[in-house]
């Protein structure tokens, strides 16, 4: 085997090893999109999309770049790729927020370049690095919010003597057909001080966690009885439009004007989780309601509206 088979056996070689590796980044990509939970404070876009969906092309690009043998261009790209990865993790240590998703997308990026890397191009690779780090701190716009609420954010409002424990879960068409009717009850028992109320997100799936987590970030934003009652209504409508992308869910809440503000929920579930497992719920909707160390628990619309009604007597 000659010098130039050799040389040709090592490029192919390096060529599938660069695309296999542009698809397990590509695959990182797409489980920070559909995980719903990835990192969602860490945000950061390019021209208007989302830095995700720039990476996927970003690996797209690699990827036919690699198949083709375009062995200049493959590297001139993942130098730049590489220049980029550098702002973006400047980027996380300024902030002190890390986002592991982002961290392996990188490291598989340096693992690309590391791979392709020749001696010859060794100047090109510093200039080209240094030109897309510049050129991305122009026009790259991101966003680290991540905070922690000063207590636990526990969903609950008034003071009144009765204790009543709303379970409901945005995608559950009863839970949905009641709201706009136990609405107008919870508001007149609320303002008589006649009870104190949780609301307690019942996530039956993936998308339903989503939910609940949206719900307590907009209280983050501002805790309050009638904040809690629009967000339900909005992420009800939202979950009767069928939106289940983060991004298209936040997109729907920004045009009704609703604020929210990203904290760590884990406290907080692990209280809501609790009561659950006392309560022993087992569907949605169900209301507990617990008046002189009585605790009864109703299930269904008609049951509920009925018990809600009574304490207004």
């Given at each position: 085997m000659n010098r130039r088979m050799i040389r040709d056996f090592l490029v192919q070689y390096r060529i599938y090893h660069t695309a296999i590796l542009a698809l397990f980044a590509i695959?990182?990509?797409i489980y920070y999109i559909v995980c719903h939970e990835a990192c969602a404070y860490l945000r950061g876009e390019l021209f208007g999309i989302p830095l995700e969906y720039v990476g996927i092309g970003y690996m797209v690009l690699i990827i036919l770049l690699a198949l083709a043998k375009k062995a200049f261009f493959l590297f001139l790209s993942?130098?730049?790729g590489v220049g980029i990865e550098f702002y973006l993790i400047g980027f996380q240590i300024w902030h002190s927020v890390y986002c592991i998703y982002c961290l392996t997308f990188g490291g598989l990026l340096i693992l690309m370049f590391l791979v392709n890397?020749?001696?010859r191009w060794k100047r090109l690779s510093i200039l080209s690095g240094i030109v897309g780090l510049i050129l991305f701190a122009i026009f790259f716009k991101?966003?680290?919010?991540?905070?922690?609420a000063n207590e636990i954010l526990i969903p609950e409002f008034g003071s009144g003597?009765?204790?009543?424990?709303?379970y409901t879960d945005y995608f559950c068409p009863p839970c949905r057909s009641m709201e706009s009717k136990i609405e107008p009850i919870l508001e007149e028992l609320f303002e008589k001080?006649?009870?104190t109320i949780t609301f307690i997100d019942t996530p039956s799936t993936g998308v339903s966690t989503m939910y609940a987590r949206y719900f307590l970030y907009i209280l983050n934003?501002?805790?309050?009885f009638n904040r809690a009652l629009l967000a339900r209504s909005a992420l009800v409508g939202a979950a009767f439009k069928k939106i289940r992308e983060r991004d298209k869910l936040e997109e729907y809440l920004r045009e009704k004007g609703i604020k929210f503000q990203f904290f760590d929920p884990k406290a907080t579930f692990d209280v809501l989780n609790g009561h659950l497992k006392t309560d022993k719920i087992n569907s949605t909707?169900?209301?507990v309601i617990i008046k002189n160390d009585e605790v009864k628990k109703y299930t269904g619309i008609n049951d509920i509206l009925d018990a809600l009604k009574r304490l207004k007597e």
């Open positions: 695959g990182v990509e993942l130098s730049v890397f020749e001696q991101g966003t680290a919010t991540f905070s922690y003597p009765v204790k009543v424990r709303l001080n006649k009870i934003e501002r805790k309050d909707p169900t209301c």
